[in-house]
């Protein structure tokens, strides 16, 4: 069975930093590009990056870059996003994502709350 | 990357049909055959229902469809049933980026 599973979310300070975590299991992670998607309180979703199978290739949306990085360690089945600088508006639960067949995201992970706040 | 256009609320009674549009540019909706839609109940993560525009992933119902004409997409819900009233998101690739839609709440009367 395919599963995803978010951690390392919590409270932060503004200018702080955090890294979630998605512990993959059930499919071969190194096959598939992943991505990881956040929904702020109330509002609707927002992709915010896309790693390929390798690392080699990453992409953000305009509004993490040079702030947040994702990775993977495919070796240990995880996927990760380091979130610094942060800043009110990424509060969110931020969700990881399969990109099953490349164009939509067939597998979810429950989600991990970051909250930024002083 | 600006967020596609959907309307805010729909709704309907059970058994009818109701359409959520998705509205983009050429550059996202318009561009590219890889509209997806997500259904979410509160509170849980979003599932897939249709992918590439029209395709249904294995298990979803056949009451939901997708099609698109231009630069917007839709999916219409037929025999609107109790347990669809949820939020519903449109994705499109827009080249090295995905964008989601607005959102979508669908009301069943």
């Known amino acids: 069975e395919v599963q995803l599973v978010d951690s390392g979310g919590g409270l932060v300070q503004p200018g702080g930093s955090l890294k979630l975590s998605c512990a993959a299991s059930?499919?071969?992670?190194?096959?598939?590009?992943m991505a990881w998607v956040r929904q702020a309180p109330g509002k609707g979703l927002e992709w915010v990056a896309n790693?390929?199978?390798?690392?080699?290739?990453?992409y953000y949306v305009d509004s993490v870059k040079g702030r947040f990085t994702i990775s993977r360690d495919n070796a240990k089945n995880s996927l990760y996003l380091q979130m610094n600088s942060l800043r009110f508006e990424d509060t969110a639960v931020y969700f990881c994502?399969?990109?099953?067949?490349?164009?939509?995201?067939?597998?979810w992970g429950q989600g991990t709350l970051v909250t930024v706040s002083s | 990357q600006s967020a596609l256009t959907q309307p805010r609320s729909v709704s309907g009674s059970p058994g009818q049909s109701v359409t959520i549009s998705c509205t983009g540019t050429?550059?996202?909706?318009?561009?590219?055959?890889?509209v997806s839609w997500y259904q979410q109940h509160p509170g849980k993560v979003p599932k897939a229902i249709i992918y590439?525009?029209?395709e249904r992933p294995s298990g979803v119902p056949d009451r939901f469809s997708g099609s698109k004409s231009g630069n917007t997409a839709s999916l219409t819900i037929s025999g609107l049933q109790a347990e669809d009233e949820a939020d519903y998101y449109c994705?499109?690739?827009?080249?090295?980026?995905?964008?989601f839609g607005t959102g979508t709440k669908v009301t069943v009367l």
């Open positions: 050429n550059s996202d909706v318009g561009g590219y055959n890889y």
């Open positions: 994705c499109s690739y827009a080249v090295i980026s995905y964008v």
């Open positions: 590439d525009v029209s």
């Open positions: 790693i390929n199978q390798d690392a080699s290739t990453k």
């Open positions: 994502g399969r990109w099953g067949g490349g164009t939509w995201l067939d597998y």
């Open positions: 059930g499919f071969a992670l190194s096959s598939f590009w």
